[in-house]
């Protein structure tokens, strides 16, 4: 059987100098236990954003992968508040509630573009920032889960991020 779990987002990783905002949909269970954005080991996000960003995140430690977001002006968020979910896929997300990106977006001065991690964090956040006057990126799922697309191909498509640095 598949554990529900009641999850809830992280507190957003920016400051006043992030430039790129990457948002996903919800922490799955390894990130939550770890407390953790992306923490699972098969999860595709720090070798995405590192190729993008030209920083092997991967060969670090979590403290420091943040430090390094945090020095390239890049920030974290999810686009879900709170959640009930059966396992970890975004297909199992129910009765969501989402968090205000709208408000965060005003409170980052510097803020370029935001890029939507995942065709549900792109479906759930897009409309929220629509008005918000900054560049929305649509990107393949880092997540294990999503294995249609080669490591490659995603590589080429989390580049467009380098153009809000």
Same mark, same amino acid.
């Given at each position: 059987?598949?554990?529900?779990?009641?999850?809830?987002?992280?507190?957003?990783?920016?400051?006043?100098?992030?430039?790129?905002?990457?948002?996903?949909?919800?922490?799955?269970?390894?990130?939550?236990?770890?407390?953790?954005?992306?923490?699972?080991?098969?999860?595709?996000?720090?070798?995405?954003?590192?190729?993008?960003?030209?920083?092997?995140?991967?060969?670090?430690?979590?403290?420091?992968?943040?430090?390094?977001?945090?020095?390239?002006?890049?920030?974290?968020?999810?686009?879900?508040?709170?959640?009930? !979910?059966?396992?970890?896929?975004?297909?199992?997300? !129910?009765?969501?509630?989402?968090?205000?990106?709208?408000?965060?977006?005003?409170?980052?001065?510097?803020? !370029?573009?935001?890029?939507?991690?995942?065709?549900?964090?792109?479906?759930?956040?897009?409309?929220?920032?629509?008005?918000?006057?900054?560049?929305?990126?649509?990107?393949?799922?880092?997540?294990?889960?999503?294995? #249609?697309?080669?490591? #490659?191909?995603?590589?080429?498509?989390?580049?467009?991020?380098?153009?809000?640095?």
């Amino acid at each position: 059987a598949v554990a529900v779990s009641h999850s809830a987002s992280f507190a957003p990783l920016v400051d006043p100098q992030t430039r790129l905002l990457i948002v996903g949909s919800l922490p799955g269970r390894e990130s939550l236990a770890r407390q953790q954005y992306y923490a699972h080991p098969r999860n595709q996000f720090w070798a995405l954003v590192g190729a993008a960003i030209g920083t092997d995140f991967v060969a670090l430690a979590y403290p420091d992968r943040v430090a390094a977001l945090t020095r390239h002006h890049v920030g974290l968020w999810d686009v879900i508040g709170a959640a009930t !979910r059966f396992g970890s896929l975004d297909s199992a997300i !129910r009765d969501h509630q989402p968090n205000d990106l709208a408000g965060l977006a005003r409170t980052l001065p510097a803020l !370029r573009g935001v890029g939507f991690n995942g065709a549900t964090a792109f479906r759930l956040g897009a409309a929220a920032l629509a008005s918000a006057g900054i560049a929305l990126t649509a990107l393949p799922s880092s997540s294990p889960a999503y294995a #249609a697309m080669p490591l #490659a191909a995603k590589q080429q498509a989390w580049a467009a991020l380098r153009d809000y640095l």
